[in-house]
Nanobody, 116 residues
């Protein structure tokens, strides 16, 4: 039974926006810092953003901070990643997982493609 299910990806032009969602089993969300990760073609999976149980956030680097916003809705068991001003280099499969990640929680991810 899937415990983390990502959705919301798609194809957009540079400068566009997407909002990713990750529905998380309640016990996982309430007990963990959650994060978004991404894997671009031919590259290793990398961490993008995290949010603690208390709502503190952190982003991997200046390349995404200011354009991406991570949030969580504990009542809906969902973690979000709002992405704006998207660039072609943001093209990747996006995954959510705990931070640090658990191999058991990797889902199918959601594809984000940024292209003109």
């Amino acid at each position: 039974q899937a415990q983390l299910v990502e959705s919301g990806g798609g194809s957009v032009q540079p400068g566009g926006s997407l909002r990713l969602s990750c529905v998380v089993s309640g016990s996982i969300l309430s007990s963990n810092t959650m994060g978004w990760y991404r894997q671009a073609p031919g590259k290793q999976r990398e961490w993008v953003a995290l949010i603690t149980r208390g709502g503190r956030v952190n982003y991997a680097d200046s390349a995404v901070e200011g354009r991406f916003t991570i949030s969580r809705d504990n009542a809906k068991n969902t973690v979000f990643l709002q992405m704006t001003s998207l660039k072609p280099e943001d093209t990747a499969i996006y995954y959510c997982n705990t931070v640090p990640f658990s191999r058991a929680y990797w889902g199918q991810g959601t594809q984000v493609t940024v292209s003109s």
